[in-house]
């Protein structure tokens, strides 16, 4: 239920003839990943259902696809500079429509999982090049169109898991869960067809530059050496390599780190994790999309499986979550120039007032409306301000690259945050029945408030102002 955040952009002089037409095109291209990112919430018990697999193969159909999509944005936004925007925006869009297809037609868990990786990977080239492209289309006029952007990444924010639900449970021509994937190609069609045709074929900006290949793969190594151990870690009993791969990870992680003070080229400028300010933000994001990402696979999980709802229902019954964060989300936008940071000390505030809320509701009657809505306005307050308070106290020529690394760290944390909440959800499931489940649930919660909390120290460290009110 998550959506990827960019970084402030930049407004450019001209604005295209055929703009609009082009901005639906990327609006398209954007829905598939927004779309995407959330149906493991919903279907994932139909898939295991229907391809059998285990517990961690319900967390990794999620992780997978967000795993792969931190590494890959590391790289995508570069590829836009280096081969131009357009171009890799079609590339990704191609490669997305053909992941999709792979996931329609799975025919085992594993094939499912090498698609949902793919997927993520191309989304990765896809998404960081909408904004881009956006500021080419509307020059002066971007905030036209960032107007229309924000209520559309809000509404298939609310809308994603119902959609999934709804097709899950229609089963159209006996299709179940592969229609959710397969609803990708109308759709990709439409923006690859209408973007190829308008969309602005700028110069590159990094022409004949090189990509940093060996960071990139050791960023994807330690991010794997993290997040595999901690989701198979419980069903395989925590064996001693488990352990092994996650020290291995800090050393792998410290390689890359260590190759990127070098002279040649390079994927992030260290020099932005000097600032406290920023280093704490890198955390706080961590944290914070763990909590949001992993406790909706975990809710998802407990109304399914442990009570027993479709599809549908279960996406029914968390809508209020996504409609209090559409809310909360136009809340947060109106009062950052007043509030700074503040801001996200009173979104906290309301998702632990409603994650305490739903630990003393929860039953085999299901989780109350109320809680989930005031977990989803305190989220929704977030989203909004968070890059820009993070970025603050940089300078101008940092915020591009600071602004990426925060991009792949929130699919990082997400990742993390399935692998962990979903292993904490499991490990404490004792029974095949909705009481046990409940348990379950309350442990998971219980996490969550505690991460919350842990969020809500780390914002008093991040700037009093977001970039566009500090100075």
Same mark, same amino acid.
């Given at each position: 239920m998550t959506a990827t955040l960019d970084a402030p952009v930049l407004v450019a002089p001209?604005?295209?003839?055929?703009?609009?037409?082009?901005?639906f095109a990327i609006l398209g291209a954007d829905l598939l990943n927004l779309l995407d990112s959330t149906v493991g919430t919903i279907a994932a018990p139909a898939i295991q259902a229907d391809l059998g697999g285990s517990t961690a193969t319900l967390q990794w159909i999620a992780a997978g696809y967000t795993l792969a999509m931190a590494v890959g944005l590391l790289v995508g936004g570069r590829l836009g500079d280096m081969y131009g925007r357009k171009r890799m925006m079609i590339v990704g869009v191609l490669g997305f429509?053909?992941?999709?297809?792979?996931?329609?037609?799975?025919?085992?868990?594993?094939?499912?999982?090498?698609?949902?990786?793919?997927?993520?990977?191309?989304?990765?080239?896809?998404?960081?090049? =909408?904004?881009?492209?956006?500021?080419?289309?509307?020059?002066?006029?971007?905030?036209?169109?960032?107007?229309?952007?924000?209520?559309?990444?809000?509404l298939a924010?609310?809308?994603?898991?119902?959609?999934?639900?709804?097709?899950?449970?229609? %089963?159209?021509?006996?299709?179940?869960?592969?229609m959710v994937f397969a609803i990708n190609i109308p759709l990709g069609a439409f923006a690859l067809a209408v973007g190829?045709?308008?969309?602005?074929? =700028?110069?590159?900006?990094?022409?004949?530059?090189?990509?940093d290949v060996r960071g990139a793969l050791l960023a994807a190594a330690g991010m794997f050496l993290l997040v595999y151990p901690l989701t198979q870690g419980h069903e395989l009993g925590w064996p001693l390599w488990s352990f092994g791969?996650?020290?291995?990870?800090?050393?792998?992680?410290?390689?890359?780190?260590?190759?990127?003070?070098? %002279?040649?080229?390079?994927?992030?400028?260290?020099?932005?994790?000097?600032?406290?300010?920023?280093?704490?933000?890198?955390?706080?994001?961590?944290?914070?999309?763990?909590?949001?990402?992993g406790f909706s696979l975990a809710v998802g999980l407990f109304l399914q499986l442990g009570l027993g709802y479709s599809p549908l229902k279960a996406s029914l019954t968390m809508a209020p979550w996504a409609v209090g964060a559409f809310v909360g989300s136009a809340v947060g936008?109106?009062?950052?120039?007043?509030?700074?940071?503040?801001?996200?000390?009173?979104?906290?505030?309301?998702?632990?007032?409603?994650?305490?809320?739903?630990?003393? =509701?929860?039953?085999?009657?299901?989780?109350?409306?109320?809680?989930?809505?005031?977990?989803?306005?305190?989220?929704?307050?977030?989203?909004?301000?968070?890059?820009?308070?993070?970025?603050?106290?940089?300078?101008?020529d940092e915020v591009g690259s600071a602004s990426g690394i925060l991009t792949s760290v929130q699919q990082l944390g997400a990742s993390l945050g399935i692998a962990v909440l979903g292993t904490v959800f499991f490990s404490n499931v004792d029974a095949p029945a909705?009481?046990?489940?409940? %348990?379950?649930?309350?442990?998971?919660?219980?996490?969550?408030?505690?991460?919350?909390?842990?969020?809500?120290?780390?914002?008093?460290?991040?700037p009093r102002k977001a970039k566009n009110a500090a100075h």
């Open positions: 001209a604005a295209h003839p055929r703009r609009w037409l082009g901005l429509l053909g992941a999709s297809l792979l996931c329609a037609v799975a025919f085992s868990p594993e094939t499912l999982l090498v698609a949902r990786v793919l997927q993520g990977g191309f989304g990765a080239v896809m998404v960081p090049q =909408s904004f881009g492209l956006i500021r080419e289309l509307f020059g002066a006029e971007v905030g036209k169109a960032f107007a229309l952007l924000g209520p559309v990444i809000g924010t609310v809308l994603g898991p119902v959609v999934a639900g709804l097709l899950v449970d229609a %089963d159209v021509f006996g299709t179940g869960w592969r190829a045709r308008v969309l602005p074929d =700028s110069p590159p900006a990094a022409r004949g530059q090189r990509l791969m996650l020290a291995a990870s800090v050393v792998v992680l410290a390689v890359f780190a260590a190759t990127q003070r070098g %002279d040649g080229p390079v994927l992030v400028r260290l020099s932005v994790f000097a600032r406290r300010s920023y280093s704490s933000g890198v955390v706080f994001v961590v944290a914070f999309f763990g909590v949001i990402t936008a109106s009062v950052l120039a007043g509030l700074g940071r503040r801001v996200l000390h009173l979104g906290l505030g309301l998702m632990t007032a409603g994650l305490t809320w739903l630990y003393f =509701s929860l039953s085999v009657d299901g989780p109350p409306v109320a809680p989930l809505a005031v977990f989803g306005a305190g989220m929704g307050m977030i989203f909004v301000p968070l890059f820009d308070i993070i970025v603050g106290d940089l300078a101008d909705a009481p046990a489940f409940v %348990d379950a649930a309350k442990v998971v919660t219980l996490v969550a408030i505690a991460l919350t909390a842990v969020t809500f120290g780390l914002g008093f460290l991040l």
